[in-house]
């Protein structure tokens, strides 16, 4: 069993790995981490003992079957906390992602599984994002951020891909929501912000607010 630390090492690789499927370099894991190289070298011994991860020297560390579950374990915890903390306990959408990183450490498989119970078995969360099942499978939806589309793109923000809490005020403050339909008007060519319209209101949003709406496919 990986200790609170392993865990949040796994859960960043893996992000970080596009679930899974490529190397990730040790700076990488650094930068997300906050903490330097030889710190994450230190973990990276640790976590190949393990069987985790695979460390190869210049093509950086894959993360490994069994690690990949236990990562899928931490991220399902995490998301069926903040599904709790905004529908039973009326939590803000941007108020619940450091709470949830303290309660997604609980190694208790019964209390997890009782929670997805209550919660009527969520398949996403507040920003929806996919919940792993109890058997650590996601069904990741297709979906694309707006800010690659073309003018003219209508369809349904499906989640948001940055937890950060002033985004969310934002986006909460915008109407910018999962489950709410938008339309891409235009895109401007000195900045690359576009007009967009949500639930019949123009807006004009960043770059890096666009990036980070993903819409259906």
Same mark, same amino acid.
Do not use: C
């Given at each position: 069993?990986?200790? =609170?630390?392993e865990e949040n090492?796994?859960?960043?690789?893996?992000?970080?790995?596009? $679930?899974? +499927?490529? /190397? !990730? &370099?040790?700076?990488?894991?650094a930068e997300v981490?906050?903490?330097? /190289?030889?710190?994450?070298? %230190?973990?990276?011994?640790?976590?190949?003992?393990?069987? =985790?991860? +695979?460390?190869?020297?210049?093509?950086?560390?894959?993360?490994?079957?069994?690690?990949? +579950?236990?990562?899928?374990? @931490?991220?399902?915890?995490?998301?069926?906390?903040e599904t709790f903390?905004?529908?039973?306990?009326?939590?803000?959408?941007?108020?619940?992602?450091?709470?949830?990183? #303290?309660?997604?450490?609980?190694?208790?498989?019964?209390?997890? #599984?009782?929670?997805?119970? =209550?919660?009527?078995?969520?398949?996403?969360?507040?920003?929806?994002?996919?919940?792993? %099942?109890?058997?650590?499978?996601?069904?990741?939806? &297709?979906? #694309?951020?707006?800010?690659? &589309?073309?003018?003219?793109?209508?369809?349904?923000?499906? /989640?948001?891909?940055?937890?950060?809490?002033?985004?969310?005020?934002?986006?909460?403050?915008?109407?910018? @929501?999962?489950?709410?339909?938008?339309? &891409?008007?235009?895109?401007?060519?000195?900045?690359? $912000?576009?007009? @967009?319209?949500?639930?019949?209101?123009?807006?004009?949003?960043?770059?890096? @607010?666009?990036?980070?709406?993903? !819409?259906?496919?």
């Amino acid at each position: 069993m990986p200790s =609170f630390t392993e865990e949040n090492y796994l859960k960043a690789i893996y992000h970080l790995s596009g $679930s899974g +499927s490529q /190397a !990730v &370099l040790t700076n990488e894991i650094a930068e997300v981490m906050h903490t330097k /190289a030889a710190s994450v070298t %230190d973990m990276i011994k640790k976590l190949s003992a393990k069987n =985790f991860i +695979s460390y190869e020297k210049y093509y950086g560390v894959k993360i490994t079957k069994q690690g990949k +579950s236990e990562a899928l374990m @931490v991220i399902r915890k995490h998301r069926l906390w903040e599904t709790f903390l905004v529908e039973k306990l009326r939590f803000n959408w941007d108020e619940v992602h450091e709470i949830a990183e #303290q309660l997604e450490h609980i190694q208790s498989a019964v209390l997890i #599984q009782k929670l997805d119970e =209550f919660l009527g078995f969520p398949t996403t969360d507040p920003h929806g994002e996919p919940i792993p %099942d109890k058997h650590g499978k996601i069904a990741v939806p &297709l979906r #694309q951020p707006l800010h690659g &589309l073309a003018a003219g793109y209508t369809g349904t923000i499906e /989640a948001v891909h940055d937890s950060d809490s002033n985004l969310l005020k934002y986006l909460n403050r915008i109407g910018a @929501v999962p489950g709410k339909t938008i339309k &891409l008007i235009g895109k401007e060519e000195y900045d690359e $912000s576009l007009e @967009v319209e949500v639930d019949g209101k123009r807006l004009t949003i960043s770059k890096t @607010v666009a990036e980070n709406i993903l !819409v259906t496919a």
